[in-house]
């Protein structure tokens, strides 16, 4: 097989309150902290061969406009959009406007929680959903989307030029 032209980068995304990952209910949330999930992600993207980029914000603009910016660069996104998944008409239209790939990513089983919880306003325009894995959901998410975007990568980038073409 001819070796990649380009680099595949993926962009996580982390909504409110994620910033507390390690100490806001770790009975729910686990210990991780969101910088240790950043780094596994980082050494997970090397074993397979992507890059990743990440983001946390607190506000659903601030998300909205990370989206419009990244989709610039990236070939898909890890979306874990905390309370903004069960509400957030925004930031669904910035993920289907840009039209990249997105796999919604949760810590905790939101189905096994409270009714408004198993309500996401993103899960039918993804291409699958991990949830209840704690920090591994992450890692299962951004395996699942880099062999999405291998598998198709001749039809999100344009092929490359060839000087001899
Ligand atoms: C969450 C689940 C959401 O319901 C909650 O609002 C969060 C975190 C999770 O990762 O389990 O903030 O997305």
């Given at each position: 097989m001819a070796a990649r032209q380009h680099t595949v980068k993926i962009a996580v995304v982390h909504g409110p309150n994620?910033?507390?990952?390690?100490?806001?209910?770790p009975a729910v949330?686990?210990?991780?902290t969101l910088a240790e999930i950043n780094a596994a992600l980082t050494t997970l993207a090397a074993e397979l061969g992507v890059e990743v980029e990440s983001f946390q914000s607190n506000g659903e603009g601030a998300l909205v406009d990370y989206v419009q910016g990244a989709a610039e660069r990236v070939g898909g996104f890890v979306v874990?959009?905390?309370?903004?998944?069960?509400?957030s008409v925004a930031l669904r239209d910035a993920l289907v406007g840009v039209a990249r790939p997105f796999v919604e990513v949760h810590l905790s089983n939101v189905f096994a929680r409270?009714?408004?919880?198993?309500?996401?306003?993103l899960a039918d325009r993804a291409l699958g959903v991990v949830s209840g894995?704690?920090?591994?959901s992450y890692l299962l998410a951004l395996r699942a989307l880099a062999d999405h975007l291998f598998q198709t990568e001749h039809t999100w980038r344009a092929p490359p030029t060839s000087a001899t073409a």
């Open positions: 994620l910033n507390l990952l390690g100490r806001r209910e949330y686990g210990s991780a874990n959009a905390g309370g903004y998944t069960h509400t409270e009714a408004f919880r198993h309500r996401s306003m894995f704690g920090r591994d």
